[in-house]
């Protein structure tokens, strides 16, 4: 038998593979193709709009924030093998809660924002028991919470408001030390400097004469990098991480070895509510208001920056980086269009584009990976 | 080794689901370096026994008793934490992970940075490698994907973590059947190695070759029964083909087939 084995280097029929190709098989590939094509191309063609001074950057840096929060979620979840359909519908039902709370029940706002963080989080919990008590897609599962929530995320205010936008949370916010964490900015005082030795420039007149035009880096912004270097070392870099790829790639496999596989998952399933009520608290406090059509369509957009992020539809890989690249592409594209003076209805096309060539080149990356053909 | 006591003991083991008996008083021991293999066509009961051996299973009535202690498993963990570990036949590596990674499923190696407890990688790493090459599988690294391995590689890796996390009987649930020759050569040469390192090994098959090759008894399980264990050299491999099948129809057959079955 083992006269058969030429040297001990191996098999002869396994080809070795360069550095080069053995770096391309990472699931951020595509997130860091697309990242410096859509780069490219909007330095080209939009570099005197605006979009790359001060306030675009800022722009296009806080809708791609907007995008990383949701997909963060989205994309651990997709890993552990599942979906959540009803982000959307829990961006618009979480921030309807806080404004009830907040503005017509008038509890202090700090209150508002923890009971309905502990809501979506039943909610989440309640979407993935059912998923995995019942076996159900939970495709299906999170597609019946997304109309049941969007429903009484209209239904709600207009039976108690007689009217779906709740306005006045704004003040009822004023200085209220949890709200500040979502609605807030910080480096205030180093955006200041940056505007007063000319890094960036300044009002010239009114009211704000001498302030920078960006006075610091929103608290949406902080939460979507936080969020993403939470994910990234919590996937990459802890036990629980393995676990997820595990419940993803088998689930049974996974229960063999010992892997809680339920319990991973319901906490995605929670994780992703948690993003998602971060979102809507992010949007409440800079809007001021809430209204029941908020969040519509973004939990695809959320599953479109994951998918275009590297992860596999089927679960079990991804790489929460590559969703964060995802989002970025997002934002920029949106955004660039917006300034390059493009009919923004195109930005859907160009959606369903990208997706099409992110799912084709992850399957071929994982044919790669499994050695399957 | 028959000196020793034996470190599972299974007597009379009944399983009945509702109306239908899936084991009918099975008893089977495993001594410490002895590979024990159990054999029996399809709907024998052979995985109905190895899954109350697992603690996947409760029986319905007989003992189990583990190092000569009477055992009761509440789950399969219980199982897993005593020793008894089980290789399935295709539900045991996930093939999109790196071969680190299914080495330690389930039992991450942690290391503590800034407070954090984060998987130690740089130890799973080295672990994996230097198991891999003592089970005599070169990987180009650790963190090689396991769907680049064949069929009898991976089963070759479940076996080696079984192994490493301390098994001392190790349940081989048809290691064999969905492997080409030189394939299964190789894992039955690794199961050959398990044994010597004292480990006792349930070779669940349909294979009498692959039995004969490494068994040290044989038990053959018919519709829910022990047909008896047998030493090896006391039994001839048609005299087992004949027990599995229930005999004298495949005799017929094997007639009709020219003794090629």
Redesign the interface.
């Known amino acids: 038998?083992s006269q058969a084995q030429p040297t001990?280097?191996?098999?002869e029929r396994?080809k070795t593979?360069s550095r080069f190709r053995e770096a391309l098989i990472r699931p951020e590939l595509g997130g860091i193709v697309g990242t410096v094509a859509v780069f490219v191309f909007f330095a080209l063609f939009a570099a005197d709009s605006g979009m790359f001074n001060s306030q675009g950057v800022m722009n296009w840096s806080q809708v791609s924030a907007q995008f990383m929060i949701i997909a963060v979620g989205a994309c651990l979840l997709m890993i552990a093998g599942e979906f959540d359909l009803s982000v959307g519908s829990m961006i618009g039902f979480s921030g309807m809660m806080i404004a009830i709370f907040s503005v017509t029940m008038g509890w202090p706002v700090w209150l508002a924002i923890i009971v309905t963080f502990i809501l979506a989080l039943i909610v989440g919990a309640i979407n993935g028991i059912i998923v995995v008590r019942t076996g159900l897609p939970s495709f299906i599962v999170t597609l019946a919470t997304l109309f049941i929530l969007r429903g009484f995320t209209i239904y709600l205010p207009q039976t108690i408001e007689r009217k779906t936008i709740i306005g006045g949370v704004s003040d009822a916010a004023q200085g209220d030390w949890l709200a500040a964490l979502f609605g807030g900015k910080i480096l205030t005082g180093l955006f200041q400097w940056f505007g007063d030795v000319g890094l960036i420039a300044t009002f010239e007149r009114g009211s704000r004469e001498g302030q920078p035009v960006v006075d610091g880096i929103p608290m949406l912004i902080v939460w979507a990098i936080l969020l993403v270097v939470v994910g990234h070392?919590l996937l990459t870099?802890?036990?629980f991480?393995?676990?997820i790829?595990?419940s993803g790639?088998?689930a049974?496999?996974?229960r063999?070895?010992?892997?809680p596989v339920n319990k991973v998952k319901i906490s995605m399933f929670m994780c992703t509510a948690f993003c998602a009520t971060v979102f809507a608290t992010c949007q409440v406090m800079e809007f001021g208001s809430a209204g029941a059509d908020r969040g519509l369509l973004k939990e695809f957009e959320a599953i479109i920056a994951v998918v275009i992020g590297g992860a596999?539809l089927t679960g079990?890989?991804g790489s929460v980086l590559g969703a964060a690249l995802g989002a970025l592409i997002f934002g920029v594209v949106q955004q660039g269009l917006f300034f390059a003076g493009v009919e923004s209805s195109l930005f859907r096309v160009f959606l369903g584009v990208i997706l099409l060539f992110a799912v084709i080149l992850n399957t071929y990356i994982?044919r790669i990976?499994?050695?399957?053909r | 080794m028959s000196d020793d006591k034996p470190i599972i003991e299974m007597r009379e083991i009944q399983k009945h689901f509702g109306s239908v008996i899936a084991l009918a008083g099975v008893s089977v021991n495993v001594y410490p370096g002895e590979c024990h293999c159990l054999l029996g066509d399809n709907g024998a009961g052979k995985s109905t026994f190895i899954k109350t051996m697992s603690g996947v299973h409760k029986p319905t009535s007989g003992e189990i008793y583990f190092e000569g202690q009477p055992l009761n498993f509440a789950d399969p963990r219980d199982a897993i934490d005593a020793g008894i570990a089980t290789v399935h036949q295709h539900l045991a590596m996930i093939p999109l992970m790196s071969v680190s990674r299914n080495f330690f499923m389930g039992k991450e190696p942690t290391k503590k940075v800034f407070g954090l407890s984060l998987f130690d990688h740089d130890h799973a790493n080295d672990v994996t490698m230097s198991e891999m090459k003592e089970m005599g599988i070169n990987l180009r690294g650790p963190d090689q994907a396991v769907g680049t391995l064949s069929g009898g590689e991976r089963q070759t890796v479940a076996i080696a973590r079984a192994v490493y996390f301390g098994a001392k009987v190790l349940i081989l649930d048809e290691p064999t059947s969905a492997l080409g020759v030189r394939q299964t050569a190789n894992v039955l040469a690794t199961i050959d190695k398990v044994r010597k390192q004292g480990i006792g090994v349930v070779f669940i098959t349909h294979n009498v070759r692959h039995a004969m090759a490494v068994g040290d008894r044989f038990t053959v399980l018919n519709r829910g029964q022990t047909l008896g264990t047998a030493k090896r050299g006391e039994i001839t491999p048609e005299e087992l083909q004949d027990m599995m099948a229930g005999g004298q129809d495949l005799a017929q057959l094997e007639g009709s087939l020219g003794g090629t079955v």
Do not use: H, Q
């Open positions: 038998m001990s280097t191996g098999d396994i593979r070392v870099k802890t036990t991480g393995n676990w790829f595990a790639g088998d049974e496999a996974a063999n070895s010992g892997v596999l079990g890989y994982r990976i499994t050695g399957e």
